[in-house]
T-cell receptor, first 115, second 114 residues
Framework: DVKVTQSSRYLVKRTGEKVFLECVQD?????MFWYRQDPGLGLRLIYF???????EKGDIPEGYSVSREKKERFSLILESASTNQTSMYLC??????????????FGEGSRLTVL | DQQVKQNSPSLSVQEGRISILNCDYT??????FLWYKKYPAEGPTFLIS?????DKNEDGRFTVFLNKSAKHLSLHIVPSQPGDSAVYFC?????????????FGKGTHLIIQP
């Protein structure tokens, strides 16, 4: 089974702090993603990566950056956390083509609260 | 502009009856559609999918119907069970697989009442 592991299930940070959210997948997937989920807004794509050291902006990249130094690891960085970044953050991965059917494999999520 | 729409934020269904969750999309370039189920404090889990070349896909109690001309899909759960209570997300991807991710709807909170 594909396993996507997010390092922290729950975090509480203060406004202005730098926050790192780590994600590791064990299925040698090429593609990795960061989404955030907010009530009434669904899942919104922040950033994604289709290869090591490659990154692409999603729909809501402002206030975030990412790092992918190794194929299995994709980090989301909040340079200066703000209260409107309080959310559930979801990491996902998927294989490259031709194996890719569009299905994403999600981690369990990281609930971030910014005070 | 929202390309995948789930217009019902919540749906309440009695246990044993049929649950029907609806989803509309606007982009005719989407060629693959998926449903995900999400419990609180957990990540979404894949439920069922359908390719645009089909109009129906069935897996146990779950059936997804696709009407391409109407740009509409629906998820049927029969019979509904208490464990089905969750948020359901409709998602769509472009041809070539989801290298750039999926486009999700806002979700429908399904509540199964005993």
């Amino acid at each position: 089974d594909v396993k996507v592991t997010q390092s922290s299930r729950y975090l509480v940070k203060r406004t202005g702090e730098k926050v790192f959210l780590e994600c590791v997948q064990d299925m040698d997937h090429e593609n990795m993603f960061w989404y955030r989920q907010d009530p009434g807004l669904g899942l919104r794509l922040i950033y994604f990566s289709y290869d090591v050291k490659m990154k692409e902006k999603g729909d809501i990249p402002e206030g975030y950056s990412v790092s992918r130094e190794k194929k299995e690891r994709f980090s989301l960085i909040l340079e200066s956390a703000s209260t409107n970044q309080t959310s559930m953050y979801l990491c996902a991965s998927s294989p490259g083509t031709p194996q890719n059917t569009g299905e994403l494999f999600f981690g369990e999520g990281s609930r971030l609260t910014v005070l | 502009d929202q390309q995948v729409k789930q217009n019902s934020p919540s749906l309440s269904v009695q246990e044993g009856r049929i649950s029907i969750l609806n989803c509309d999309y606007t982009n005719s370039m989407f060629d693959y559609f998926l449903w995900y189920k999400k419990y609180p404090a957990e990540g979404p889990t894949f439920l069922i999918s359908i390719s645009s070349i089909k109009d129906k896909n069935e897996d146990g109690r779950f059936t997804v119907f696709l009407n391409k001309s109407a740009k509409h899909l629906s998820l049927h759960i029969v019979p509904s069970q208490p464990g089905d209570s969750a948020v359901y997300f409709c998602a769509a991807s472009y041809p070539g697989g989801g290298a750039d991710g999926l486009t999700f709807g806002k979700g429908t909170h399904l509540i199964i009442q005993p």
